[in-house]
C-alpha cells in the first residue's frame, strides 16, 4: 500500500506520538500538533494509535494511490476528495481508496481548524530516529529525511504485504470527553508562578501569522494591551530569566509583550516567565487554531486538568473499543459507574 506525493501542500510532515526521552539534549519531544486526532486518525486505519502519520496543515497534499488501501481521516476537514469519482472524504471515518485515484485535500472553510491526520494500516513506514518517526523540522531528521513532504515521495504502508485490509467506512463514535464537544470554549489554563495568569485570562487573543509548530503567537485582539511579566524572578526591565526547562502548552511573556503557547516542537529550554500552561486535555484544541483566530483562556485547577486528561483518555479507550466491537469495554464502563 503505497501513496506518491504529487503536491505536497502547504506543511504536511509524518508525525507520531514523540519523541520522549532525550529533552535533557535539547531533543524536543515534538510529534503530533493535536494529538487527539492523530490517535483517532491511526484506530480508524487499523493502525496502534501511536504509529507514524501525515499532519496535514491549512492546505492538504495531492496523493496518487498505487495500490488499493483503507486510510484513517481525523482532525480537521479539509476538503478532501477522491478526484476520478468527486466523493468528498470528510475527516472522522476510514475509506477504501482504488488503486489509479488520487486524493486530494485542497482546503477547508477559513473557520475550521489548523490540521488534519492522515493514516494508514500499520502506520507510514520510515526509518525510528531516536526512538520515533516524527519529523522534527528545526533538527532536520525524523519523518522522510527530517522535512516536509515533496512531489515524488513516496508513503508506504508498514503493514505487512498485502495485509488484510481493515474495515472500511468506520465512523468514529462521538463520545463524551471527546476535546472538540464543545467548540468555541476557553482552553483550560493551570497557573505558572507568579499572578499574571488573571491577566491572560481576562483579554482576547488571536493567533499571529508567524505562528509553527513551535509555538502559536498571540496578538492582542481589539483594544487589548500588551501583557509585561510580574511573577518572580522576572529580571527587571527584561521580562526574562534564567533559562529553565518549558513544557508543551506553557504560556510564555516575551519581552514585547506577546505572549506565546508553546507547541509540540517548542524548544527544551526557556528564559521568559511563563504565566499559565494550557491543561493537556486542551493539547488537541490548542493545536487546531489557525492564525487570525480568537483565542480564550479560563484558569483551573491541577486536579481539574488531571481529570479532564483521565476522561479523554477514557474516551479514546472508549471509542478504540466501540471500533473493534468489543462490547466489554461497554459493560465495564457501566459497572464503574459511567
Known sequence: MTLEVVEPGLLTTVQD???????????????????????????????????????????????????????GLAGTDLGGVVRETGRRLP??????????????????????????YLALPGGIDVPAVLGSRATLLSAGFGGIHGRPIRAGDLLASAA????????????????DGDPFASPGEPLRVVAGPGPDVEEIAS??????????RIGLRLEAAGDAA???ATGPGA?????????????????????????LVLLADHQTTGGYPVAAVVARADYPRLGQLRPGEVVRFV???????????????RALARGAAALRGDDAWDELWRSAGR
Open 203 to 212: 483579554r482576547v487573543w488571536r493567533g499571529g501569522p508567524d505562528s509553527d
Open 235 to 259: 529580571a527587571a526591565g527584561s521580562g526574562e530569566l534564567l533559562s529553565h526547562g518549558v513544557v508543551h502548552g506553557a504560556i510564555q511573556l516575551t519581552p514585547g509583550g506577546r505572549p
Open 160 to 175: 505487512a504485504v498485502d495485509p488484510a485490509l481493515p474495515p472500511a467506512e468506520r465512523a468514529w463514535p462521538w463520545l
Open 299 to 313: 484558569a483551573v485547577r491541577p486536579d481539574e486538568a488531571r481529570a479532564a486528561y483521565t476522561e479523554q483518555g
Open 17 to 71: 506520538a514523540g519523541r520522549f526521552g532525550w529533552t535533557h539534549l535539547g531533543v524536543p519531544v515534538g510529534g503530533a500538533c493535536d494529538p487527539w486526532s492523530y490517535a483517532v486518525a491511526n484506530l480508524l486505519a487499523g493502525a496502534d494509535a501511536g504509529a507514524a502519520a501525515l499532519e496535514m496543515t491549512i492546505v492538504g497534499p495531492t496523493l496518487e494511490v498505487r495500490a488499493a488501501t483503507v486510510v
Open 91 to 116: 475527516p472522522g471515518r476510514s475509506y477504501a481508496i482504488a488503486a489509479g485515484s488520487t486524493i486530494a485535500f485542497p482546503g477547508g472553510d477559513p473557520g475550521a481548524g489548523a490540521r488534519a
Open 226 to 228: 500588551t501583557v509585561t
